[in-house]
Nanobody, 123 residues
């Protein structure tokens, strides 16, 4: 079992930055790929990015490439999403997720989820 708790959401203006954190508890954090997903009202929950256990296999959705960066600290069992140059279309609830094994893009392949944190970007 893995428990995930996100923090760091909030209200910012377009062009500003936010840093989301996800603290994992449970066993064998190093065995898990970690993902960030987001969901806006009326839309699907989509991948923002994900990172493998050794931080060497990060993937991102095209719309955030060059603006968002995922990192993880295995000693602290945390994963971070640094979001720069935020846009109004980035407004969503952001979820941290975990799956044992390698990175996957499909949300159905993630077994553990946090409660979500709201990010709102005003224009």
């Amino acid at each position: 079992q893995v428990q995930l708790v996100e923090s760091g959401g909030g209200l910012v203006q377009a062009g500003e930055s936010l840093r989301l954190s996800c603290k994992a508890s449970g066993r064998s954090f190093n065995d898990y790929a970690m993902g960030w997903f987001r969901q806006s009202p009326g839309k699907e929950r989509d991948l923002v990015g994900a990172i493998g256990w050794n931080s060497g296999s990060a993937v991102y959705t095209d719309s955030v490439k060059g603006r968002f960066t995922i990192s993880r600290d295995n000693a602290q069992t945390t994963v971070t999403l640094q979001m720069n140059s935020l846009r109004p279309e980035d407004t969503a609830v952001y979820y941290c997720a975990a799956r044992r094994g390698i990175v996957r893009r499909n949300r159905a392949e993630y077994d553990y989820w946090g409660q979500g944190t709201q990010v709102t970007v005003s224009s």
